[in-house]
């Protein structure tokens, strides 16, 4: 089954303590994102990769590192989490144009 | 002004009807559009993707892009219970960024 998915679903950290969100999709696309969710304003782009060690920065890169070693994976790194930083964190693959794929999702709750 | 414009709801419509959901945006430059249906605690699924101007059938689902007058919507017909969701607009700009501006979703309920 074509998908993407991502770990954990649901993380509860604290202040300050490194974390990774990976995400791995298996149909070969070569663009990934990620993207969180807030209530009220909506999805918003944090990093995206156009291929293998090609990345850049979205609309709210703060706080946030991703890497992309491989064409599958593109893991999200919050090397010290803050609570603003609690939301609900989605990864994206496309093939083509702008027609991007979704993840189930990753709620991360920083105390 | 946000740039991409959707009544967030709640839209509630009894079973078997026609569904007409919608979203305004200013920037002109956007030429792909997508409709994304976003269930509880689940990713946004991709229901339909049109480049410019024009309209695209895919089964109960219609959607319709009105370039001139920044408006795109989405019709569902004989709705179903199973359709109550969240639908978010999306759009963007041929950048190799491919960053999708969002609307921030309608909820619809189909009342069986």
């Known amino acids: 089954e074509a998908q993407v998915t991502q770990n954990p679903r649901y993380l509860i950290t604290v202040t300050g303590k490194k974390l990774t969100v990976t995400c791995s999709q298996n149909m070969n696309h070569e663009y990934m994102s990620w993207y969180r969710q807030d209530p009220g304003l909506g999805l918003r782009q944090i990093y995206y990769s156009m291929n293998v060690e090609v990345t850049d920065k979205g609309d709210v890169p703060e706080g946030y590192k991703v890497s992309r070693k491989e064409k599958r994976n593109f893991p999200l790194i919050l090397e010290s989490p803050s609570p603003n930083q609690t939301s609900l964190y989605f990864c994206?693959?496309?093939?083509?144009?702008?027609?991007?794929?979704f993840g189930p999702g990753t709620r991360l709750t920083v105390l | 002004q946000k740039e991409v414009e959707q009544d967030p709801g709640p839209l509630s419509v009894p079973e078997g009807a026609i569904v007409s959901l919608n979203c305004t945006y200013s920037?002109?430059?956007?030429?792909?559009f997508m409709w994304y249906r976003q269930y509880s605690r689940k990713g946004p699924e991709l229901l339909m993707y049109?480049?410019?101007?024009g309209n695209k059938e895919d089964g109960r689902f219609t959607a319709q892009v009105d370039k001139s007058s920044k408006y795109i919507s989405l019709f569902i017909r004989d709705s179903q219970p199973s359709d109550s969701a969240t639908y978010l607009c999306a759009m963007s700009y041929d950048t190799g960024r491919r960053a999708l501006t969002f609307g921030s979703g309608t909820r619809l309920q189909v009342q069986p």
């Open positions: 994206a693959s496309s093939l083509r144009d702008n027609e991007q794929f």
């Open positions: 920037n002109s430059a956007f030429q792909y």
């Open positions: 049109t480049y410019s101007s």
